[in-house]
């Protein structure tokens, strides 16, 4: 879990250390209920602009911390669930003892080290992630500049998904985000900005004054912001992370559940908020 921090595909690499098949497989499947370094910058952007304000005040950055600590917990909390839900159904089991032995000590071999981190991780990480980013960096470029009329293929497939985001609490355009932000969560806030602005690249801008000026323009309200989040704590893992979870698991079928049960507790939670909030009248 605390690998999956940094990068969940790295987190279910770690779980070969677990002895156990089934409990492997429970660490693996639940793995990305932690938001990843790549959905921290929506995260925090999102607390910022919509709960704890852009202006400089003693307390903004210990309530920045509190809002994004809370949506950490949540996760965790989801983590947990989720594993227990998986634990009485699809892995039934009895649970194993955990022994810690400790090896001899010996000297650190520092090259030996290295170059194992690199091959084992950093090459094998960055190479799935290229094998998908390539195709869908070319994906996103057709969509944002082919046009059928007015209107570019981006602008028709958000309008499309616009009935199914509403009911999530968001809107069209951040549900196409997000699905094609399935390369790398970092790029889903760019692409929500490409969109709105009708622009035919990828729009980055490190003005949250300006951000927020184009996100409530748009509709957006604090709960369009929780939901966003929520859903990017729990929606479908990166391709990264799926192709991961494919060679880890050998199985087409558990790597289909470690997409579903994440995206169906995501869309279950922003559901419930939108109606919550539909029914207080927010």
């Not at 170059?115 to 390539?134: E, M, N």
């Not at 059928?148 to 609490?169: H, K, M, N, Q």
């Not at 709105?196 to 369009?224: C, H, Q, R």
Request: overall charge positive; glycine content about 8%.
């Amino acid at each position: 879990m605390c690998m999956g921090f940094g990068c969940n595909a790295a987190g279910v690499v770690g779980c070969r250390i677990i002895d156990s098949p089934r409990e492997r497989l429970l660490a693996v499947l639940t793995n990305n209920f932690v938001p990843c370094n790549g959905r921290f910058p929506l995260l925090i952007a999102l607390i910022t602009l919509f709960f704890v304000g852009t202006e400089p005040s003693p307390f903004s950055s210990l309530l920045s911390a509190v809002g994004l600590t809370a949506i950490i917990v949540f996760g965790i909390a989801m983590t947990f669930l989720a594993t227990r839900l998986l634990s009485d159904t699809v892995l039934r089991g009895v649970p194993s003892a955990f022994t810690l032995e400790l090896p001899p000590y010996r000297r650190p071999q520092i090259g030996r080290t290295l170059l194992r981190s690199v091959l084992d991780r950093t090459i094998f990480v960055l190479g799935r992630a290229a094998a998908v980013a390539a195709p869908a960096g070319a994906l996103l470029w057709i969509m944002a500049n082919v046009t059928v009329g007015t209107e570019s293929l981006l602008a028709i497939c958000s309008d499309f998904l616009d009935p199914a985001g509403r009911l999530l609490g968001l809107d069209g355009v951040i549900l196409l985000a997000f699905l094609l932000g399935f390369p790398a969560n970092e790029i889903v806030l760019p692409i929500i900005l490409m969109t709105y602005l009708s622009e035919g690249a990828l729009t980055d801008t490190g003005n949250l004054l300006e951000i927020k000026a184009i996100l409530t323009a748009n509709g957006w309200t604090p709960v369009t912001a929780l939901c966003t989040m929520l859903f990017s704590l729990m929606h479908w893992p990166c391709s990264t992370t799926l192709l991961t979870i494919k060679k880890e698991t050998g199985s087409f079928k558990w790597t289909l559940l470690a997409a579903v049960l994440p995206t169906s507790l995501g869309v279950l939670c922003c559901m419930a908020v939108r109606l919550a909030a539909t029914f207080l009248g927010l």
